[in-house]
């Protein structure tokens, strides 16, 4: 079955660090691949995504590359802010039941200025 | 509506009551879906429809558990003699096209349901 282990929290780091949140999964198929965000008191949005491998999402300054090779999309921002603190969720979608969304645990960013 | 709209956004209630959470999608959105997030967790999927039709309700825990669409735009996700451990953040999501793969699922801001 399909499966995401994203890098546990919380994290913590000072404004215009350098952010990665580690993502891996399995999955039947050829899965894509997505970043969401939940930020404080919102529902969660969809920060960005990859179909196919070597794809590369990207949105607000974040960054991720789908890694077949590695079964990996690891989440990078290079200068974060305070405003990105939130809860990051990792998923995919795959096989015939492409509309079925399988989300890792989440992992809470903390940004301090 | 601008986005998709949960109620209420919590509710606590007794052991052994029925409860009612409605999800209100976006204006014209097709797909409807319903997923489940306890503490620490992602969230998980329940069920999913196209337009008034149930396609998959495979994630519904237990037959305390129903959904339905029956006009094609709201939905009511119906848990019936609640436990303590359906206690959970309910989130509903709607997209514009019919579970396609590529196609982006917009969240509303859930309801937090707490059985006591």
């Known amino acids: 079955g399909n499966s995401v282990t994203q890098m546990e929290g919380p994290v913590t780091l000072s404004e215009e660090a350098f952010l990665t949140i580690n993502c891996t999964y399995t999955?039947?198929?050829?899965?894509?691949l997505f970043w969401y965000v939940q930020y404080p008191g919102e529902g969660l949005q969809l920060l960005l995504k990859?179909?196919?491998?070597?794809d590369k999402g990207s949105n607000k300054g974040f960054e991720a590359t789908y890694r077949k090779e590695t079964t990996s999309f690891h989440l990078e921002k290079g200068s974060v802010q305070v405003s990105d603190s939130a809860v990051y969720f990792c998923?995919?979608?795959?096989?015939?039941?492409?509309?079925?969304?399988?989300f890792g645990k989440g992992t809470l960013l903390t940004v301090n200025p | 509506g601008a986005g998709v709209s949960q109620s209420p956004r919590y509710k606590v209630t007794k052991r052994g009551q029925d409860v009612a959470l409605r999800c209100d999608p976006i204006?014209?959105?097709?797909?409807l879906y319903w997923y489940r997030q306890a503490l620490g967790q992602g969230p998980e999927f329940l069920t999913y429809?196209?337009?008034?039709?149930?396609?998959?309700k495979s994630g519904l825990p237990n037959d305390r558990f129903s959904a339905e669409r029956p006009e094609g735009s709201i939905s009511t996700l119906t848990i019936q003699r609640t436990e303590q451990r359906d206690s959970a953040m309910y989130r509903c999501?709607?997209?514009?096209?019919?579970?396609?793969?590529?196609?982006?699922?917009?969240f509303g801001q859930g309801t937090r349901l707490t059985v006591v």
């Open positions: 204006s014209g959105h097709v797909s």
């Open positions: 999955a039947t198929g050829y899965p894509s």
């Open positions: 990859a179909t196919k491998a070597d």
């Open positions: 998923a995919l979608n795959s096989g015939g039941s492409n509309y079925k969304l399988t």
């Open positions: 429809f196209n337009y008034e039709a149930q396609q998959d």
């Open positions: 999501a709607s997209s514009s096209q019919q579970g396609a793969r590529n196609t982006e699922a917009f």
